[in-house]
């Protein structure tokens, strides 16, 4: 099986736990418009309102430089 890659930094995604935030939350039209286009795969956080279990993590696959890309891009707005 291939290794899923990020499309934007091709670096290969790792498993990582992510948190589920239940409830609504408040998310910036900037944010998530930054979010496609910088830093699809930084899977910081899960929505809880799709996910159906009484868990506080989930494994996802995260980009680690997504990540830092979201760090920078929270540094700056
Ligand atoms: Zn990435």
Same mark, same amino acid.
């Given at each position: 099986? @291939?290794?899923?890659? =990020? @499309?934007?930094?091709?670096?290969?995604?790792? +498993?990582?736990?992510? +948190?589920?935030?239940? $409830? %609504?939350?408040?998310?910036?039209?900037?944010?998530?418009?930054?979010?496609?286009? %910088?830093? +699809?795969?930084?899977?910081?956080?899960?929505?809880? $309102? =799709?996910?159906?279990?009484? !868990?506080? !993590?989930?494994?996802? %696959?995260? =980009?680690?430089?997504?990540? @830092?890309? !979201?760090?920078?891009?929270? !540094? @700056?707005?």
């Amino acid at each position: 099986m @291939e290794a899923k890659k =990020c @499309e934007i930094h091709d670096d290969i995604l790792k +498993p990582a736990d992510v +948190p589920i935030h239940y $409830g %609504l939350l408040s998310i910036d039209d900037k944010f998530v418009e930054a979010r496609e286009r %910088l830093f +699809p795969n930084a899977n910081s956080f899960v929505m809880g $309102g =799709c996910v159906f279990q009484d !868990e506080n !993590e989930m494994e996802l %696959l995260i =980009c680690e430089k997504c990540r @830092e890309a !979201e760090n920078d891009w929270q !540094e @700056e707005n």
